[in-house]
Nanobody
Framework: QGQLVESGGGLVQTGGSLRLSCTASEMDLKEWTVGWFRQALAKAREGIVT????????WYADSAKGRFTISRDNAKNTVYLQMNSLKPEDTAIYYC?????????????????????WGRGTQVTVSS
């Protein structure tokens, strides 16, 4: 079974930027819709943004609109999350995941149980 590995997290000041990467091994990422999620301390995991396998469809949660951009490079087996204008409330562990069926689900694009393979996450901390 393939693995997903997130990277690019770190400590950044308010207003700063980070680019997260989600790289797959032993699986062909272009077969899957990929989502980015985050979980802050003592809070539930929430979906941020998702992208279909071709990269021509994306869906953003309100918290990400205008500040975050998802993209993918299937040749590199990697999906990216560019995060700009970061705020302290963006502090969380960020996870990527692939959907369970290799399809785009416009009715529930970030429903957690639609995603089956998860990375271990990367910590993002935004200082005020």
């Amino acid at each position: 079974q393939g693995q997903l590995v997130e990277s690019g997290g770190g400590l950044v000041q308010t207003g700063g930027s980070l680019r997260l990467s989600c790289t797959a091994s032993e699986m062909d990422l272009k077969e899957w819709t990929v989502g980015w999620f985050r979980q802050a301390l003592a809070k539930a995991r929430e979906g941020i943004v998702t992208i279909n396998n071709d990269g021509d469809k994306q869906w953003y949660a309100d918290s990400a609109k205008g500040r975050f951009t998802i993209s993918r490079d299937n040749a590199k087996n990697t999906v990216y999350l560019q995060m700009n204008s970061l705020k302290p409330e963006d502090t969380a562990i960020y996870y990527c995941a692939t959907d369970r069926w290799g399809v785009w689900n416009p009715s529930a694009p970030l429903r957690l149980d639609n995603f089956g393979s998860w990375g271990r996450g990367t910590q993002v901390t935004v200082s005020s």
